[in-house]
């Protein structure tokens, strides 16, 4: 699987085959050469970089110059530089999206994702001939007739090319307004939640002008004319509003057939032109209201915008004998450019407005959107639905969640079959079915591919075990109060000082310490709780009903190398470097790095740090930054110390002592554990959880935390039992339980291959039909787990812990 690219080459090479360019043959270019080169090269290596060349190829292709292109290249002075705005807003959007992905929840990569969305479109073109036939028509029976043509006179492929590579490259440009939307609502529901889970705060981003951003700049007053006179019911709008332009684009391509305008009918037709109009004038206050942000709507806005400026600047012309010819130069921005411009507003317009089934609003109750209606529209929500694949995650919970990572496609006359490839991981029940039917409820698929569309999910093992993703420093931890703190700090320092008095250090009870060294005892301490989550404990109250926990060896000697590598970490940033780094770098002289590195001998415990002379200021080396594995046995011993005192040291605690014991995790995966003990009773001997090695405890804590990913995949949370939301008592059918069921066991299988096994062996070579992946199992080998992972919400209520629905 490594290596492979999705197999959309082989349709984007038939898209090019017979595609020919205006410029190419008119002018003597090869850019036909260049786009496609740089698409073949972005499907080899899919990333940021091979995706610019593409919006940066189909840009400057497309760049709308003073250069009159149907008469061939000037042969007098021209401008050999031009500055590209619609560069610049791919590159706004681009720097915005990955600078500010962790400070929101839900976001996904756009940039990549709408070069995937451009190539997909192509490969469907290339395709289906009916989808071509519905394009073309859509062109030439409109007003405008100076749409691409090839060398012979033919309608050419290119004017698609450049209409779709307008609405699909573009389809996303607004996003940052709805990142600045997601930004706001984290930021007040994190500050008011850390207060309260009863807060549920509803906010929104609103314009104190937002007339001024819908609106295109006025340069010539030639601009409207060609369009007004084809369609004489736009004299009684504003056709500088972009919004004005889009309604009517709609109102033309969803409501009024060809036939229609020249009877009476047509009139009373107007007056969805005129609720469209005020719908998407007042479109803001209808987000506002609703809660939401649709950046399609902003895309839509600053296409319209960029192109009707671009477009004024270097058409503008006063020569009075050329009226006609420069007025008919705007029907560029007034057919493809306003087609493209629609089809992004309709995107997610469509869906949320439009739409009967999936609208958030019963205002206009449309149908299933046909292609020969709009057909790039038709496209794009197409494609932007199925465009699953490589969308790296960019917000917090995306991060987290599972996503699609390549693509199999098979696109013929008569269906789409798309197959996304998942490794290691799912996407959560009906998934597949979901998609299938959101497109269906929006899109006339059958009109288009007969046999409609049909979507498939295979999961892929590879080598890489999940619970290396699982990182249990990142899960939240309980904090203790600050006086707490410094009384542990105190004990446990104290008791270190005593220590190195026999060892012939001088005492330095911690009265006596400077403040920098009491503030580095106190960051100490501060981590002890988390650390302690590392292996399933917790610091609680004396009066807690749970009993206190003894730490093992291997618990100690865990801790004791976490210890010393957060002690690494503070070291280096307060301005410590290894001997090793400071001796590379000429900051110590021979003498010096190997006395630092004799310190480390057993026994030899002083002069293991100094300052060094540098051009960095307070630069100091310390011969123990270095792995926890190089250091001697007495250094060890120090890191292992405040874990084997933290006990006694918590009792010291005035008022109120504390005590380590199991957190609920822990005790969860003790049931889970004991419940697997008593299912494999009288066939096997397994030893309490108490008595497993050290490491096979940690994988099966850490698999704990997995279940409560895989529950979440499918709507479920596990919380404390206190939680006021109310408990589920069952899982509501076999298919919830067989998810959560495969999802474990396919991570106990990469656990077994990362061990040595293979399908259906033990390490030793013996038969073991368990080690194979879920879906191939029978099912007297999958029940036991399906059983097991329906009696999770009663394991979980012996941990005092519960399951509820997520809404």
Known sequence: MEGEQNNLRPYIEDFFRDLQLYDDYKNGHHYKDLLEGSIILFLEKENTYTAYEIYENFFMIYQITDEDKSHGHKTESIDISESNSLLKLVNVMKDYEENTGDLIEKQRDH?????NVFILGLAIYASNHKYRNAFEAYVTDSPYKKYYKTADGEFSAEEFLYRWGIASLFHDIGYPVEIIGKQLSKFINDSSQSISQKYKVNTAVNFKNFNELNSIIKLDPKFPIIYRMDYPETNFIDVYKPTNLMAHQIFTDLYVDSD??????????NEYLYKLVVHLDG???YMTSN??????????????NSYGAIMQKHYLNDDEEKFDYYINKYAYFFYPVLNSATSILLHNYFRGTLNEKESKTDEFNLGKLEPMQNPLAFLLIFC???QEWNRRPIGLKDKAKNHVHDIKININENQ???????????LGLNFSENKEELINNLLDVTSIFSNGLKVNIT????EKYPLEDISLSEVETPRILLRHVEEIARASHNRYNEIGKAHG????????????RKLSSIRQTKEFPMKLNLIGCEMVSENDPRDEYSLSDDELDFLAEREHEAWCREKRNVGYISHHDAFKRGLIDDAEYDRLCRTNEEGCETNKHNKIESPERNLYVHSNIIPYDELNQYSKNKDRRPFEDLPDNLKLIKNNPLKIVENRYKLFTVAMHNEYMDYIAGKKEVPEFKDLPFELQQINYKQTYLIAKYLNEIGYEIVEKDDERPAVTKFENNKETGYLAGREHNAWYLRKLNDGCTNGKNKDGTDNPRINPWDELDYSLKKPNMNTFKKLPKLCLKADLKIIKNK
């Not at 229609?260 to 037709?269: P, Q, V």
């Not at 996304?420 to 799912?426: G, P």
């Not at 999961?459 to 590879?462: G, N, Q, R, S």
């Not at 250090?505 to 920098?516: A, R």
């Open 291 to 304: 809660n939401f942000i649709d950046h399609g709507f902003f895309s839509s806005i600053f296409v319209l």
């Open 505 to 516: 250090n001088p005492d330095e009870p911690y009265e006596s310490l400077s403040p920098k």
């Open 283 to 285: 479109f803001v206050d």
């Open 111 to 115: 940039f990549i994702h709408s070069v």
């Open 459 to 462: 999961p892929y093992l590879d």
């Open 416 to 426: 789409v079959l798309v197959d996304y490839i998942v490794k290691n991981s799912a």
């Open 384 to 386: 932007d639905e199925l």
């Open 260 to 269: 229609i305008r020249a009877i009476d009918e047509f009139d009373e037709l």
